[in-house]
């Protein structure tokens, strides 16, 4: 088995060679800490999260890093601290709001199965880092200082547009430019900008006497520089992120390192819309994590995700967690609480291509069926399986007692009736047997008779 991944640089999919095999290194850009993270911010952190367990299994548990960045220094951050908070200085506000987000999102991708990246580093814990590369930026030619501003000059970087595979023309022409007096050129972007009073400030590079605080993008070189070098293996993040920001990153890295590349594979995960429609707070069809796992378990969540390849665009719709929650129900009731092995090669080979989670999943319903007959060593590899994508985080006692849960029925109630209606059919008194089943039907439950007595589950 072969891995390849697509790059969104040089639109292949090739063999992924690592640089060292020994540090497997991959960084995928984290949320801006300012609210609820929705459905669609949870994409990247799913399919990237996939990626992470698979490396982890094919180079060893200790032989990846995978750091997913928090960026707590925004304009948005400073707005909701400044509403939330009016009675508290800026500063404290803005802890507040970054503090409690954050633990917000840990709490969200948690339930949703993700592992903790290895390193999550903040923006305001690298500053230092972003001040040097800009000094750097500054002494290469490659930025100027005007107004107390620092831009990064995308006229002296032949290959600025190589990602995004636009021109400067079509870039300027599709991208909403502010035109500023301290640019020279309309396409050249923030590196570091003064702050307004009150905002959180920072001694400034390039000479600049007054304190001031980095744009966006410049965040992410530093931080990917500081924990994994001037280059390494993989840059992940959503399809809006091309361009401008994983655009200006690999400008700014390359130019400051004076390396010909910033990652080996750069790959990016389409958009989700939700039920046929884009995703907007005007339109009220904008769901956050946290509303969701009210009704659905993040398990659910994961495999509605992961039914779509990463690439293709994906139509959230309740319908499809339904589905996604049946089979689940399936996965569950054939695993029950049996050991896994090893994961199944056809797993393997269909996340080896490209991380072809819809493949996987079919490849997964294949192995149940499998393991319904196979027995223990079946089930077994069946079970592995699930747990390398991250599934079967609960026992199956767990799910079933969940399930019985949200659904309302008493489970003490269904015993008491099912003993009625066994004892009425010892009697033979078949009418009574069947209102019983009846009025377990009426209440969602569908019961099973077998040899060893009656059984019994939520119906569908
Ligand atoms: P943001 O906080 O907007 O920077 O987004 C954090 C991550 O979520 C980025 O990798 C985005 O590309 C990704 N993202 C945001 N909205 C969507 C969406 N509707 N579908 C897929 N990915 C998204
Ligand atoms: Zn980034």
């Not at 989700?272 to 796992?293: A, C, D, R, Y």
């Not at 209606?421 to 033979?428: L, N, Q």
Request: proline share 5%.
């Amino acid at each position: 088995m072969e891995l390849k991944l697509y790059d969104t640089l040089t639109k292949e999919k090739r063999a992924f060679v690592p640089l060292d095999p020994a540090n497997v290194r991959m960084y995928v850009c984290g949320p801006t800490v300012y609210d609820f993270a929705h459905i669609g911010n949870a994409r990247p952190v799913i399919v990237f999260d996939v990626l992470f367990r698979l490396l982890r299994h094919l180079y060893g548990q200790t032989h990846v890093t995978y750091v997913r960045n928090i960026t707590d220094v925004d304009d948005k951050i400073n707005d909701r601290a400044a509403r939330d908070y009016p009675g508290l200085p800026l500063n404290e506000a803005i802890r507040k709001v970054t503090e409690q987000t954050g633990n917000q999102f840990h709490a969200d991708v948690a339930a949703l199965g993700c592992l903790p990246p290895t390193i999550e580093p903040r923006a305001t814990e690298h500053i230092a880092e972003m001040r040097a590369i800009i000094e750097r930026l500054i002494a290469n030619g490659n930025a100027y200082v005007e107004q107390d501003h620092v831009l990064f000059s995308v006229a002296t970087d032949p290959r600025y547009g190589n990602l995004a595979r636009r021109s400067l023309d079509e870039m300027l022409a599709g991208a909403r430019v502010d035109v500023a007096p301290y640019k020279r050129a309309p396409m050249d972007f923030v590196l570091w900008k003064p702050s307004k009073p009150g905002e959180p400030s920072w001694a400034s590079p390039g000479g600049i006497k007054a304190e001031g605080r980095p744009g966006w993008h410049i965040e992410c070189s530093a931080m990917s520089w500081n924990h994994l070098g001037e280059r390494f293996d993989i840059h992940g993040g959503g399809i809006d992120l091309v361009f401008p920001h994983h655009e200006n990153e690999l400008a700014q890295s390359c130019c400051a390192f004076h390396t010909d590349r910033m990652a080996n594979v750069w790959m990016h995960n389409g958009f989700l819309q939700v039920e046929g429609e884009k995703m907007s707070k005007s339109l009220g069809n904008f769901v956050t994590i946290n509303e969701l796992l009210k009704d659905w378990p993040g398990e659910v969540v994961r495999l509605n995700m992961l039914k779509t390849h990463y690439r293709s665009p994906i139509d959230w719709t309740v319908k499809g967690l339904e589905e996604s929650a049946k089979v689940l129900d399936d996965w569950y009731a054939t695993a029950g609480d049996i050991k896994g092995s090893v994961p199944a090669s056809t797993v393997l080979d269909t996340l080896a291509d490209d991380l072809n989670t819809a493949q996987t999943v079919a490849a997964l319903h294949g192995l149940r069926h499998q393991a319904e007959k196979a027995g223990e060593t079946g089930r077994a590899e069946f079970v592995a399986s699930l747990r390398l994508l991250g599934f079967l985080a609960q026992t199956q006692s767990d799910w079933d007692a969940r399930k019985q849960a949200a659904s309302g029925v008493d489970a003490a109630q269904v015993s008491a009736l099912i003993a009625d209606r066994t004892a009425a059919r010892a009697r033979k008194d078949w009418k009574e047997s069947d209102r019983i089943r009846d009025e377990l039907a009426a209440m969602g439950v569908a019961i099973k008779d077998s040899k060893e007595g009656t059984t019994w589950e939520i119906a569908r």
